[in-house]
T-cell receptor, first 113, second 110 residues
Framework: EAGVAQSPRYKIIEKRQSVAFWCNPI?????LYWYQQILGQGPKLLIQFQNNGVVDDSQLPKDRFSAERLKGVDSTLKIQPAKLEDSAVYLCASSLGQGSPLGFGPGTRLLVL | TQLLEQSPQFLSIQEGENLTVYCNSSSVFSSLQWYRQEPGEGPVLLVTVVTGGEVKKLKRLTFQFGDARKDSSLHITAAQPGDTGLYLC??????????FGKGTRLSVIA
């Protein structure tokens, strides 16, 4: 079974620029999550999708972050404009349903200069 | 406020030593999951504990869920360099998605 795929693996941008991350979940997993992991911290949920609908985006900074999962499979997370404090690893995860164990991708390491 | 407190934050030990890391909360969880994250990778699930008082073993790793389902521990026997990584506990709180602790960063020196 193929795992969660993410791209790019690394990204360096300047503040105020835009950036987008892509995620392809484990086949058949209806639930998809984006987590932000700042250095030295545990993952923090940004947004949860169930198929193509948003279940929880209460911790997503909506003034600059957006995410979509239009066809209920792949997802993109966008930051526009980026701030220095957005430097982190952005992890995509998927599961069969809420409360089920998560399969994580390798993450995208973002550095904002 | 951190819902899941993990301790210690950092741990550096010699190969062959035993260790225990803790995950504590003031809230009751229906289950807790333990993940290990290696540098440059995403977290990988180790185990899920569901029943209060439950003990699960995974080779040299022993996981325990507290009777009141508010805490959990991970004990590693005869640690090896391959055990090095960030150990994260996580749990669903009600109908919310998984909440993660900050993790314990373990370094096992050969």
């Amino acid at each position: 079974e193929a795992g969660v795929a993410q791209s790019p693996r690394y990204k360096i941008i300047e503040k105020r620029q835009s950036v987008a991350f892509w995620c392809n979940p484990i086949s058949g997993h209806a639930t998809l999550y984006w987590y932000q992991q700042i250095l030295g911290q545990g993952p923090k949920l940004l947004i949860q999708f169930q198929n193509n609908g948003v279940v929880d985006d209460s911790q997503l900074p909506k003034d600059r972050f957006s995410a979509e999962r239009l066809k209920g499979v792949d997802s993109t997370l966008k930051i526009q404009p980026a701030k220095l404090e957005d430097s982190a690893v952005y992890l995509c995860a998927s599961s069969l349903g809420q409360g089920s164990p998560l399969g994580f991708g390798p993450g995208t390491r973002l550095l904002v200069l | 406020t951190q819902l899941l407190e993990q301790s210690p934050q950092f741990l550096s030990i010699q190969e062959g030593e035993n260790l225990t890391v803790y995950c504590n909360s003031s809230s009751v969880f229906s289950s807790l999951q333990w993940y290990r994250q290696e540098p440059g990778e995403g977290p990988v699930l180790l185990v899920t504990v569901v029943t209060g008082g439950e003990v699960k073993k995974l080779k040299r790793l022993t996981f325990q869920f507290g009777d009141a389902r508010k805490d959990s521990s991970l004990h590693i026997t005869a640690a090896q360099p391959g055990d090095t990584g960030l150990y994260l506990c996580a749990g669903p709180l009600g109908n919310t998605p998984l909440v993660f602790g900050k993790g314990t960063r373990l370094s096992v020196i050969a």
